[in-house]
């Protein structure tokens, strides 16, 4: 059986669209109770949410959920995803939930399950919780006498901010570093600003203003420009922008350049080779990493693992074979020797350590290789399969073939919108703009006809 609702990360929709509803969450709340309520002790689930306005909905839907199958809830209120899944293993909690959309718009929301160790669930557990949802709400519910208890952690945004800021190096601080961080008015506006303060940069807030609509809105790690023009005009060493719920990191150099998540991999995974800290012989990237990693990793004596998109495969892959670092381009990086899953504030303090090793500035330091030309461009499409179209296969087939030797050309389903994502890249940047261009332009054909 294959997974219906939930997509790479969650389930996420459109709020009050299916299946993104109150009945969901509560119907997501009953399924996953039932299924992590497991021995005779008293279970306890954490639930956090990012700033959207739709997690006032979503959030006692869930406790309604759980605490009906005689669970007990713990909700934390806005923290970013990776808080959830370290105050599930601290709080030892059951499961773990996070009410997050990540990157998307105000209107968009999620559901992100952790197990009791703070992971990310299994393809196999998520088909386990869906086809516990289709028996319906009635099933499993406790006696009056056993039903669960909901309360709010008040002190969880200081558990977190004292976990990362163990993370950085020993007797160093951040002093004398001017910071401005970008919290794209989502999870971490109050948390990732404190740990900065605390470890004695000079740090300058932008996105820490939540409305319940402005999350990810002209800020965060998916719209860089806000942040690029305010380092360069406050003279600053180092911009930081986290996404809606501050599992991705994007960083911005003294220059006002963006720095993405592959740079990001190589000069952490540099500064921990060099400690002797890196485990598994290099990391794991995923198939939109650029070659140019792919190539200095290689340089360096060092594998690149591929894995397919989602940071969830990320760290299947990292757990399986022994390796410590890993990420994707769009700027989820995991360290694994801290945390379960992707963390923006921690990435940051450890590319912030890694960048004071060198001591070059910023735009120096990430420097370590040249990246390949790279187009991504995404092609809404309607019902129907348009991957499988003949026409499409043929523009496929052709793109590839004059990339060969030469690049790379990659195609995929958005697991969260109605997107094919087309990517290409290659030495030559002209014929890696046509080659997308034409395969986007036969996958829009067919839209359009059908």
Not at 342 to 351: I, K, Y
């Amino acid at each position: 059986m294959s997974r219906k609702l939930f997509g790479t990360d969650g389930i996420r929709g459109r709020t009050n669209t299916a299946p993104m509803t109150a009945e969901t969450a509560l119907a997501v709340g009953l399924a996953a109770g039932r299924i992590f309520t497991r021995g005779a002790h008293k279970h306890r689930v954490v639930i956090g949410k990012d700033t959207r306005l739709s997690g006032y909905m979503l959030e006692p839907a869930l406790a309604a959920g759980f605490t009906s199958v005689g669970m007990d809830v713990i909700m934390v209120g806005p923290l970013p995803t990776p808080a959830i899944a370290i105050l599930t293993r601290s709080l030892r909690a059951d499961m773990g939930v996070m009410i997050s959309a990540s990157h998307n718009p105000y209107e968009d929301n999620g559901i992100k399950l952790f197990g009791p160790d703070g992971f990310k669930l299994s393809d196999e557990t998520e088909i386990a919780i869906e086809e516990e949802m289709a028996g319906g709400c009635d099933q499993g519910l406790a006696e009056a006498s056993n039903l669960g208890r909901a309360q709010r952690l008040e002190d969880a945004g200081g558990r977190y901010i004292e976990f990362v800021k163990n993370t950085f190096p020993r007797g160093r601080t951040l002093n004398g570093l001017k910071v401005v961080v970008d919290c794209a008015n989502g999870a971490a506006y109050k948390v990732a600003p404190a740990a900065l303060w605390e470890l004695e940069a000079d740090v300058i807030s932008v996105g820490v203003a939540p409305n319940g609509t402005n999350i990810n809105d002209g800020c965060g790690s998916t719209a860089t420009g806000m942040l690029r023009e305010k380092v360069l005009k406050l003279g600053a060493d180092v911009g930081i922008a986290l996404d809606g719920d501050a599992d991705r990191l994007i960083m911005v150099d003294e220059k006002g350049q963006e720095v993405d998540g592959d740079r990001l991999m190589a000069l952490i995974t540099t500064h921990m080779a060099a400690q002797q800290r890196l485990t598994g012989g290099g990391l794991v990237a995923t198939v939109m990493s650029n070659l140019g990693l792919e190539h200095y990793v290689k340089g360096m004596g060092l594998e690149l693992v591929r894995t397919q998109v989602g940071d969830r495969y990320v760290v299947e892959r990292m757990r399986s074979d022994g390796y410590n670092v890993g990420g994707e381009k769009s700027g989820h990086i995991v360290l694994t020797d801290y945390a379960t899953t992707g963390d923006g504030t921690l990435a940051a303090l450890q590319a912030l350590a890694a960048i004071a090793e060198t001591g070059k500035p910023v735009s120096e330091a990430v420097a370590l290789f040249d990246l390949l030309p790279q187009v991504l461009k995404n092609v809404r499409f309607g019902a129907g399969a348009p991957l499988e179209d003949a026409t499409v296969k043929a523009a496929i087939a052709e793109g590839e073939a004059r990339l060969a030797g030469m690049g790379r050309v990659l195609i995929r389903k958005s697991g969260t919108e109605p997107l094919i994502r087309v990517m290409a890249e290659g030495d030559d940047e002209g014929l890696v703009e046509n080659v997308v261009d034409d395969i986007c332009a036969a996958i829009k054909g067919i839209s359009s006809s059908g």
